[in-house]
């Protein structure tokens, strides 16, 4: 199809003194923002409004126009939503079927706005637009759902008569004159319409000062989709017949958008058009590309934001390769929840532009709006154990995040904290930006800390460990959760070893502290080792960082006496190491002594007590065969310090031993149950001789564990 050019042209004069009134009327409500871009006026809705929006009329001399989604796109409006703010955007094309349009150059937009506020509420909003960029000869617009193609009119008189009827339509004109479109398909005519005819089906031919104006939906019957370099590429060939005079005018009105989707190759978003768009040229040797530009939202971009955002432009071969790095500027990534699980997408509005001429000689401006959309990405939270022994902390790594998604709470071993309550009790939780825009958390909690529980294996092996339970959260509502579980080893952890080395007097006991010993009480008996003990019982306690030093003198408490005879016996004196917190025995220490001596009492755990004394020493001195011995026990409450000052009844009498045992009372549970003596300790004894009141192989200072002592007390 060629436009055949009709000879004379001419500019009709058109404004008269309404239309001035009109221009000059704007009416933005407040929660509205309007601006006039080159091609389109673009208003964008603030969510809370846009919310309680239900319907947007246009409005002009003829009537009031509802903007239902089938008429938006055959009259030249597009809605969508900003995902980011969620306000309501609607495009207005300055061709669009409502707008007052009188010399293309000013178009004065008039809209309502019906909220549901009490019952239906009318917001008025008109927007006046001057033309800001010169109109090409040809401007083809691929929408999001429609294209829309306009082509500078050609106003002819014939026969010298001059015509002002350029404001009537085509439409108008044709259907008066009965003129008509003509769809093309694979070359062949398919249809051809009068134009009220192609307006029942969905297309617009319009014309206003300076052009005609043919619009047609995507998917049109009329409509073909032709392979261009492989591309998809759809095409409406439509041609405007109509007469003026008694000459035919013949307008190709021709569209064709590139219909492809674009494509993700894990790192960018990309689009490819056809370089050359082959439907639109009339003359292939004549094309000159003039220039390509791109950007999103239904605006041009300059170089060098292009650039900082990191979006590609290459022309290769015949095609334009468009690339968008995932998450770049300009777009928006969406993450919601489903089942736990956390996934996110990334699409870009792109705005494509190439200017071109074709042999005709005149300029095509052509503009694409593609919506390039990622796959839905699953993005599975993960962990990494980052603990380093040494610290005695665990830190765990949990990333990768976009900007949306926030760590809430933790769950510790069972335990919950927001973040700054676990950052107060001591678990820090750093946030790690990332520079492509992600960010990680790390936790630490350390080793020794009463939320971790830990195990000891008898292998030497300290076991930590922490159950994590995250809650995330994609902003502002809608948690996840995700769940990791760490666990530390220290090998080589062995309970204290300790050295026993006889002396004449006693046993010294030696360990020198190693790593991890608070892990370990050391216990003589059923007690812990404390200073306090070690001084009530008569023990030698040093202590220092390196190491610790207990020595036991014989006839303490804590001895167990074994093959006594006259001269010497055996003293055995074990030390424990027991798991401080189950306090499970984990290690023992005995050591056996030989000690010579002339005198001994020793009181065994079953009542028996073994008396070694030299009653031929005193004076008088006493025949060993005439001694007798006298049972006698009591029980004793003492509540200061043993035993001096403490009530012992004696009876006076020439000569008189008196040897007693005491046994923390404590100890002996059974005694009152089955009457048989039974202590789980040995006691501890005394030899009193009446000439001779010191008190011996009983240190003085020493007080038994318990104010409460049985004794049991024999004289001789
Ligand atoms: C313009 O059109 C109107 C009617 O449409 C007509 O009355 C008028 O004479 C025309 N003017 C000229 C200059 O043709
Ligand atoms: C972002 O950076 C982090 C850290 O360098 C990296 O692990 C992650 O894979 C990156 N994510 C994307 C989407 O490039
Ligand atoms: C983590 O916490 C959430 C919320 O309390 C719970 O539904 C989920 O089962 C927990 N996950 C694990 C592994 O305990
Ligand atoms: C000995 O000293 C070490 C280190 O100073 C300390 O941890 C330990 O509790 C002390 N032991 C006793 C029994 O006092
Ligand atoms: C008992 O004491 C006397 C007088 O001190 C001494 O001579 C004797 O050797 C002692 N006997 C023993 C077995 O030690």
Not at 377 to 383: D, G, N, R
Not at 416 to 445: C, D, K
Request: hydrophobic share 40%; proline share 5%.
């Amino acid at each position: 199809m060629v436009v055949m050019s009709l000879g004379c042209c001419f500019v009709l004069p058109f404004l008269n003194l309404l239309l001035v009134i009109s221009v000059h009327c704007n009416n933005v409500p407040d929660g509205v923002q309007v601006e006039c871009r080159d091609r389109y006026l673009w208003v964008s809705i603030e969510k809370p409004l846009a919310d309680r929006i239900f319907q947007i009329e246009a409005l002009d001399d003829t009537g009031v126009y509802p903007i239902m989604e089938k008429y938006a796109s055959e009259c030249g409006y597009t809605h969508t939503y900003d995902d980011a703010s969620g306000n309501a955007i609607l495009r207005a094309s300055y061709l669009s079927c409502h707008t007052d349009n009188p010399t293309d150059e000013v178009f004065v937009f008039n809209f309502n706005l019906i909220t549901s506020d009490q019952g239906a509420v009318s917001v008025p909003l008109s927007k006046t637009c001057t033309l800001s960029l010169p109109w090409s000869n040809r401007e083809v617009i691929c929408e999001h759902k429609y294209m829309e193609v306009s082509v500078r009119n050609v106003h002819c008189a014939s026969n010298g008569e001059t015509s002002n009827s350029s404001t009537s339509s085509v439409a108008h004109e044709s259907a008066t004159n009965g003129f008509k479109v003509l769809f093309l398909k694979g070359g062949e005519e398919v249809a051809s319409l009068s134009i009220g005819d192609a307006r029942m089906l969905g297309y617009v031919i319009d014309a206003t000062a300076e052009r005609i104006v043919f619009r047609a939906a995507y998917g049109q019957p009329h409509s073909e989709i032709k392979k261009i370099n492989g591309i998809p590429v759809e095409v409406a060939h439509a041609t405007v017949f109509f007469r003026r005079s008694w000459t035919v005018v013949m307008i190709d009105l021709t569209g064709a958008c590139t219909s492809n989707l674009g494509s993700f190759d894990g790192e960018k978003l990309l689009w490819k058009t056809p370089m050359v768009m082959t439907p639109l040229l009339y003359d292939h040797s004549g094309f000159v590309s003039e220039h390509i530009r791109f950007g999103v939202k239904g605006q041009l971009l300059d170089d060098s934001t292009i650039r900082d955002w990191g979006y590609m432009l290459d022309i290769s071969g015949d095609s334009v390769w468009i690339g968008v790095p995932y998450s770049a500027n300009g777009g928006h990534r969406w993450s919601f929840v489903e089942d736990n699980t956390y996934s996110e997408y990334y699409w870009v509005s792109l705005y494509y532009e190439h200017v071109f001429m074709d042999g005709s000689g005149h300029l095509t401006r052509f503009r694409q709006v593609k919506k390039l959309t990622s796959p839905l990405l699953l993005q599975v939270p993960f962990t990494i154990d980052q603990t380093i022994l040494e610290e005695h902390y665990f830190t765990v790594y949990l990333g990768n995040f976009p900007y949306d998604v926030e760590l809430f709470d933790v769950v510790l071993n069972g335990e919950p904290f927001s973040v700054p309550e676990a950052i107060q009790s001591g678990y820090p939780i750093a946030r790690v930006p990332h520079s492509n825009g992600t960010h990680a958390y790390v936790l630490r909690v350390p080793f020794e800390d009463p939320v971790v529980p830990k195990m000891y294996f008898s292998e030497g092996i300290l076991q930590y460990s922490l159950n994590i339970n995250y809650t995330l959260n994609i902003i502002p509502h809608d948690p996840y959760y995700h769940s990791a579980s760490v666990i530390a080893q220290i090998k080589d952890v062995f309970p204290p070893d300790f050295n026993g080395v006889c002396t004449e007097t006693g046993i010294i006991f030696k360990m020198d502290h190693q790593k991890l010993g608070y892990l370990w009480e050391i216990g003589i008996g059923h007690y812990p080792l404390t200073t306090e003990l070690a001084a009530h019982r008569g023990y030698l306690l040093h202590n220092d960082s390196r190491r610790l030093t207990l020595e036991v003198p014989v006839f303490t408490l804590g001895y167990i006496y074994e093959d006594i005879n006259l001269k010497q016996f055996f003293g055995t004196f074990e030390i424990l190491s027991r798991d401080a917190k189950t306090l499970e025995i984990q290690k023992s220490a005995a050591k056996r002594c030989l000690f010579r001596t002339d005198e001994l009492i020793v009181c065994s755990p079953d009542g028996v007590m073994t008396v070694v004394a030299n009653v031929t020493a005193p004076l008088p001195e006493a025949e060993p065969s005439r001694a007798t011995l006298t049972y006698e026990n009591e029980i004793l409450v003492n509540r200061g310090l043993f035993p001096e000052g403490a009530p012992v009844i004696t009876r006076d009498a020439d000569f008189r031993l008196t040897v007693q045992c005491y046994y923390p009372v404590h100890d002996f549970n059974q005694l009152f149950v089955d009457r048989k003596f039974k202590s789980e300790t040995p006691g501890f004894g005394s030899i009193n001789q009446a000439s001779d009141l010191t008190v011996k192989h009983m240190p003085k200072q020493t007080t038994p564990p318990n104010d409460l002592l049985l004794r049991y007390c024999k004289e001789v």
